[in-house]
């Protein structure tokens, strides 16, 4: 972005004036959910009032034209966008975590991808191959969930090496994050799911294309904060980062349930009833759980992102532990609460054109995610009782 946009927007870019901003946009998104669920993609237009709001780089360095906003306010900013569409909060909240790999990259090679750029997403789940070559190396393979890939310019892939270096152990390759431009990837429009239908999360391939090194980061490095530069935008390992984005998204959509409910569902009267949902006894008494369980949920993020945020630095198993701990439990959470407003709200719920039915299906969906993911809860256990603390089984 030309300097002197960037010095326009600032005043508009502050988290207050982002907030403010993102509300007044909350009516238009809500107005075009259905055409997310129908078409599996959200519109562009609507995704280009994002963009002209610079959500796509919330956590870029401003050096590179980006919003560099704290931990908490990019949260709190994708969650108000979740409890209004998922999709369009998922979109965002993958590019905020794709984004903290511009801190891995050479500064002027971030600054080509991110700077100008409008979405730039992947799949950092480890499949196809990477082929060493001269200045860099040859991708090819085959990798799900592109989340937001209709409205990117940029797709990352995590590749294996197809060997290891001398020395390396073979049971766990290298692995390298590849930036490939769009156009040099295959797209098959296969993502029919339960949930967070608008993200177009599409399959894709990638055939025989030369990556050069410096378009590149290594799978080692993303375990660690990235190197001290005048550039950085967070002193926070990669992986201590994304659980923030996805979870977001969960938050947002266990807020829309409980407003939801209290809106309208609580309101009626159950089959046979001859008083409102909202008069009886065990309604209050499990609505009021939902409430303390999302309110839960919050303080456990909100607590996992004061801890990077001033601890992150120094890249320990302590505070990686905490991040997973607190995004397992939160999620857990969340989703208890959206169970509990689905099923009090009676057999109205589970027809297609109930709000409560999609925040059932999005949260579901949601919580798959390998950030969000139970596994935490056992691998977290095993450091908390003195041994590794591993990234997964």
Request: charged share 15%; net charge negative.
């Amino acid at each position: 972005m030309p300097i002197a946009n960037r010095a326009v927007l600032e005043a508009e870019t502050e988290p207050r004036g982002l907030q403010q901003a993102v509300t007044a946009l909350l009516s238009d998104i809500t107005e075009q959910v259905q055409d997310g669920e129908i078409n599996c993609s959200t519109s562009p237009n609507l995704m280009n009032s994002l963009f002209d709001l610079q959500l796509h780089r919330m956590w870029v360095s401003k050096a590179f034209g980006g919003l560099n906003l704290s931990v908490k306010d990019g949260f709190s900013l994708v969650r108000t966008l979740a409890a209004a569409d998922a999709s369009i909060a998922w979109q965002i909240g993958v590019q905020g975590a794709i984004g903290r790999l511009s801190d891995y990259l050479l500064p002027p090679v971030a600054e080509a991808i991110f700077g100008s750029s409008r979405l730039v997403v992947g799949a950092v789940n480890p499949s196809g191959s990477a082929v060493k070559t001269t200045g860099g190396y040859t991708i090819s393979g085959r990798w799900t969930f592109a989340s937001g890939s209709a409205h990117a310019d940029w797709i990352v892939s995590c590749c294996p090496l197809n060997h290891n270096e001398p020395g390396e152990n073979d049971n766990k390759p290298q692995l390298i994050y590849a930036f490939v431009p769009r156009e040099a990837c295959n797209f098959y429009h296969d993502w029919d799911t339960l949930g967070l239908r608008g993200t177009g999360s599409v399959t894709y391939t990638i055939d025989d294309v030369f990556v050069p090194e410096r378009n590149t980061v290594s799978g080692s490095d993303v375990l660690m904060p990235p190197p001290p530069r005048a550039t950085t935008a967070y002193n926070i390992g990669y992986f201590d980062f994304g659980p923030f984005t996805s979870g977001a998204t969960v938050m947002g959509i266990a807020d829309a349930s409980l407003s939801i409910f209290r809106s309208g569902a609580a309101n009626r009267k159950a089959a046979a009833s001859s008083a409102p949902r909202n008069n009886n006894h065990v309604v209050q008494e499990k609505f009021a759980r939902a409430t303390a369980a999302v309110k839960a949920a919050e303080l456990l993020f909100l607590d996992a992102a004061g801890i990077v945020e001033t601890r992150g630095a120094g890249g320990t198993s302590d505070v990686s532990a905490a991040v997973r701990l607190a995004a397992a439990a939160a999620t857990e959470q969340a989703v208890s609460a959206v169970n509990t407003v689905f099923a009090l709200a009676g057999a109205t719920a589970v027809h297609r054109s109930s709000p409560l039915d999609k925040c059932f299906r999005d949260i579901h969906t949601a919580s798959k995610h390998i950030t969000l993911s139970p596994s935490h809860f056992e691998t977290v256990g095993q450091w908390l009782l003195g041994g590794e603390l591993l990234m997964r089984r």
